[in-house]
């Protein structure tokens, strides 16, 4: 007897439906299964035996051959149990064909016969839909996350037992809950431990720095002795960043899903990602990969931060793998089966001490002396810090600004300002973006090419040489140059202007100078 259904495959994150056959025929009994298999898939076969044993399925000594079509794609992990079991019996009872043939089957069984939920059910059901099937059968553990998607039927059992009674058309079985398209949008709660920029006292250039990456999509770092309040600034910052937009709500799941990041009963993620990997975290853990290629941070990172604390701290090689995702907003990693291409669009936002001791240039507390200082800088190479946009130096904070006391002149505007009202201001500036943009295929000004530069961010004839001798005396490269004039257009549309004026081009060659002042060769 022959018969077969449906699963779904993932390679990265997108799927492919697959094709289980099932062939039950007299001879020598076996239980062989073909179709590019690994391991685990290859083990599916104790684990079916016994989850049907024990499901109350008897078992002729009959020999099975069970085929995974189109047989040029690697079928990975457990997912496939369920798939496996359901051709197997079909093909020795009396099942429904039509709800057979218009089911995709997920699941991953255990010896008892219990439907284990596994991961990336969000992508997985997606395929699904998008192939036309009406349903999907999986775990009661996975429904909630598969209701994400809208336009087809999810059917949660908790064991193989209920599915086979379910596909016999028995009348008392039914799945635990039929979840119809898109029950599933619980919110994330977010995060009770972010601190609020109000929160923050001191560090006004800081905010003032993060408020414009924040508005153009600009990569930062900030350099300053230990204890002067980066990390918290960091953990602020995703608070003045815009909500996510529905589509960017479901990369930001489906990444999650395939990651096994969701926890049970959890829906869509409505919080941008804030990813802070530590600083001994290998190239591979980094950009993602490895024999069976999975996720890395930077795609974890997708559409949020990624914060590299302790940069200088960091191998580099490891830091070398960000090249290529920070200019195409994806990272391709090819193996000898075939390539992989994860998204990688992140803000990227770095700190670090400048120097080993962490208060230079305060030679009452720094222990280091100059060539100890340049060492330490220097194991950043110039083309990795030409891939910021702002450089800005996070000085101790005083006693009367860690008060409340005093508030610097130069930040009286500011001071105070929460993140909710900071982000209005983000908005209000890359709605603007957006506007300028629209039909170029980028959104922010830091997507911006040469030539778009060039286009976009003109300046008037009489601040050309304020530029010019910019760039002589900092040595900018021609890369710098054009994210002088990004960033300076940045700031003109948060000031809410056409025209970029000499403040705005004075603050942006600002915050390249230190680039020159402390990592000078």
Not at 1 to 8: A, N
Not at 327 to 344: C, F, H, K, N, T
Not at 420 to 430: G, H, K, M, S, T
Not at 504 to 518: N, S, V, W
Request: hydrophobic share 40%; aromatic share 6%.
């Amino acid at each position: 007897m022959f018969s077969s259904v449906f699963s779904v495959a993932l390679c990265g994150l997108e799927g492919t439906v697959i094709r289980v056959e099932a062939d039950v025929r007299n001879g020598l009994p076996t239980f062989s299964m073909v179709g590019y298999l690994s391991t685990q898939v290859r083990e599916a076969e104790e684990r079916v035996r016994s989850a049907m044993a024990n499901s109350g399925f008897s078992q002729e000594p009959k020999r099975i051959t069970v085929n995974f079509s189109p047989a040029d794609i690697r079928k990975e992990g457990t997912s496939y149990d369920l798939a496996v079991a359901v051709a197997v019996l079909s093909a020795r009872l009396s099942l429904s064909e039509e709800k057979l043939q218009s089911s995709v089957f997920i699941g991953e069984l255990s010896l008892s016969g219990e439907l284990c939920p596994v991961a990336g059910i969000l992508p997985k059901v997606l395929c699904a839909r998008e192939a036309g099937f009406p349903q999907v059968f999986l775990a009661a553990a996975n429904a909630h996350e598969a209701a994400i998607c809208s336009g087809i039927r999810v059917l949660p059992f908790h064991d193989l037992s209920q599915v086979i009674s379910y596909l016999a058309d028995e009348e008392e079985a039914e799945p635990d809950v039929a979840v119809e398209a898109g029950d599933g949008g619980t919110e994330m709660v977010p995060p009770s431990d972010r601190p609020d920029f109000s929160d923050v006292h001191g560090q006004e250039s800081v905010k003032r720095a993060m408020m414009v990456a924040a508005a153009g999509r600009h990569a930062m770092l900030m350099v300053g002795s230990a204890g002067a309040g980066k990390t918290m600034l960091a953990r602020a910052f995703p608070g003045i960043l815009p909500p996510l937009t529905e589509e960017e709500q479901m990369e930001v799941t489906r990444i999650a899903s395939v990651a096994g990041l969701l926890s049970p009963g959890q829906g869509m993620i409505t919080e941008r990602p804030f990813r802070a990997p530590h600083h001994t975290i290998s190239p591979t853990a980094m950009a993602g990969g490895g024999s069976r290629p999975k996720a890395g941070e930077i795609t974890l990172a997708h559409r949020g931060v990624l914060f590299l604390d302790e940069l200088a701290e960091f191998p580099r090689g490891t830091l070398q793998v960000l090249r290529q995702p920070l200019e195409q907003g994806m990272i391709r990693i090819d193996r000898l089966q075939g390539s992989v291409i994860y998204p990688a669009d992140f803000q990227l936002l770095a700190a670090m001490n400048p120097c080993a001791c962490g208060f230079y240039p305060d030679r009452k507390r720094c222990s280091c002396n100059e060539l100890q200082v340049r060492s330490y800088l220097g194991k950043l190479s110039r083309p990795f810090l030409d891939r910021f946009d702002l450089f800005v130096w996070a000085k101790p904070v005083s006693l009367g600004e860690l008060a409340g006391w005093e508030v610097p002149l130069a930040a009286k505007d500011s001071e105070g300002m929460t993140s909710a009202e900071i982000r209005e201001l983000v908005v209000a500036a890359q709605e603007r973006e957006a506007r300028r943009f629209q039909g170029e295929g980028i959104r922010f000004n830091a997507q911006m090419s040469g030539k778009q530069t060039e286009h976009y961010c003109r300046i008037r004839p009489e601040d050309r040489n304020m530029l010019a001798t910019a760039f002589a005396e900092l040595g900018i490269s021609a890369r710098g140059y054009h994210r002088i004039l990004r960033v300076a257009r940045t700031i003109a549309d948060l000031r809410g202007g056409e025209e970029i004026l000499s403040q705005d081009l004075a603050e942006a060659i600002g915050y390249r100078q230190m680039l020159d002042t402390f990592f000078r060769k």
